[in-house]
């Protein structure tokens, strides 16, 4: 499921909310039984990308999907697009490297049952109960849709890439762009992943 092209000025709505939009390779994680595979939004399996990021999921009992977002994080727990072209370019662990989180929002799968017809927030309760002793991947935690709080976080000078609105009420519709996720990108963001002055 993506967001559709074109950006959405911030909004506030009950049936909405914000989930922090994390910088990095979409990442699709597949569990079974201990095996771990890890693809990203083109379909390239990039488990031995990230191997640490699998070892990680492979704590996970029975099967599951996840969607989510390989990133590196800095310090603050933010995500930073270009140290992480650096360790993909790589294609490979190796000594010395930013590690890689899954910064996980969704899940398709869940003990073996597709719950894409769950509501988002059905779905985002199951991931976060099923990540919660899971070190090494971020679950997403959603925010309230509010414009005041994405103005706080502009004048915070956070510097992330904007927020997804997501529809609480949304199934989860693989490839689709669908109107119930919306970017809503931060002032100052410029594509090809830089800030202006």
């Given at each position: 499921?993506?967001?559709?092209?074109?950006?959405?000025?911030?909004?506030?709505?009950?049936?909405?909310?914000?989930?922090?939009?994390?910088?990095?390779?979409?990442?699709?994680?597949?569990?079974?039984?201990?095996?771990?595979?890890?693809?990203?939004?083109?379909?390239?399996?990039?488990?031995?990308?990230?191997?640490?990021?699998?070892?990680?999921?492979?704590?996970?009992?029975?099967?599951?999907?996840?969607d989510g977002e390989a990133c590196v994080l800095d310090d603050q727990g933010l995500s930073d697009f270009n140290r992480l072209q650096t360790r993909a370019r790589h294609r490979r662990w190796y000594p010395g490297c930013d590690p890689?989180?899954?910064?996980?929002?969704?899940?398709?799968?869940?003990?073996?049952?597709?719950?894409?017809?769950?509501?988002?927030?059905?779905?985002?309760?199951?991931?976060?109960?099923?990540?919660?002793?899971?070190?090494?991947?971020?679950?997403?935690?959603?925010?309230?849709?509010?414009?005041?709080?994405?103005?706080?976080?502009?004048?915070?000078?956070?510097?992330?890439?904007?927020?997804?609105?997501?529809?609480?009420?949304?199934?989860?519709?693989?490839?689709?762009?669908?109107?119930?996720?919306?970017?809503?990108?931060?002032?100052?963001?410029?594509?090809?992943?830089?800030?202006?002055?």
């Open positions: 499921m993506k967001a559709p092209e074109g950006l959405r000025p911030p909004f506030s709505s009950p049936d909405w909310l914000f989930e922090v939009k994390f910088d990095g390779y979409r990442c699709m994680a597949r569990i079974e039984n201990g095996q771990v595979d890890l693809h990203t939004k083109s379909g390239a399996d990039c488990t031995s990308w990230f191997p640490e990021v699998a070892q990680a999921l492979t704590k996970i009992k029975g099967a599951h999907v996840i890689v989180t899954l910064c996980s929002f969704d899940i398709l799968v869940h003990r073996g049952q597709p719950v894409m017809g769950l509501p988002l927030l059905e779905r985002k309760a199951l991931l976060q109960e099923l990540l919660a002793d899971v070190p090494g991947v971020l679950f997403v935690k959603d925010l309230p849709a509010d414009s005041g709080l994405f103005k706080a976080m502009e004048l915070a000078g956070l510097k992330i890439e904007g927020v997804v609105a997501k529809r609480k009420a949304s199934t989860y519709q693989p490839g689709v762009r669908s109107p119930d996720w919306l970017k809503i990108k931060r002032p100052g963001w410029q594509e090809g992943r830089a800030w202006r002055p």
